[in-house]
């Protein structure tokens, strides 16, 4: 039974730092593509991150590039997403999802399939 559980999530001051986790349970991690995407009252989700499987590549959208990083720990079976330099539209409540075929590079709505419940990140003074 495929599981993603998303944790780190939390209250931080404008400027500060969190660092999320992604732990997978019924697959191996690294042969799949893995995505961070956050969703905030109101708004669309948003992908902000992917990374394919083997750690070919990494991708990052706009809003986040150069604060946000993504990376992967095999032997932990978990993904992270570093998030420094926090404002306050980074609010949200952000999930990680998984492709749904192996070896792929790939991680839009139409390429996942596996969704963890999220965890909720206040950016706020």
């Known amino acids: 039974q495929v599981q993603l559980v998303e944790s780190g999530g939390g209250l931080v001051q404008p400027g500060g730092s969190l660092k999320l986790s992604c732990a997978g349970s019924g697959f191996t991690m690294e042969y799949y593509a893995i995505g961070w995407f956050r969703q905030s009252p109101g708004k669309e989700r948003e992908k902000i991150s992917c990374?394919?499987?083997?750690?070919?590549?990494?991708l990052y959208a706009d809003s986040v590039k150069g604060r946000f990083t993504i990376s992967r720990d095999n032997s932990k079976n978990t993904v992270f997403l570093q998030m420094n330099s926090l404002k306050p539209e980074d609010t949200a409540v952000y999930y990680c999802?998984?492709?749904?075929?192996?070896?792929?590079?790939?991680?839009?709505?139409?390429?996942?399939?596996?969704w963890g419940k999220g965890t909720l990140v206040t950016v706020s003074s």
């Open positions: 990374i394919s499987a083997s750690d070919r590549s990494t």
């Open positions: 999802a998984r492709a749904l075929d192996m070896y792929g590079s790939q991680c839009n709505d139409e390429d996942v399939g596996y």
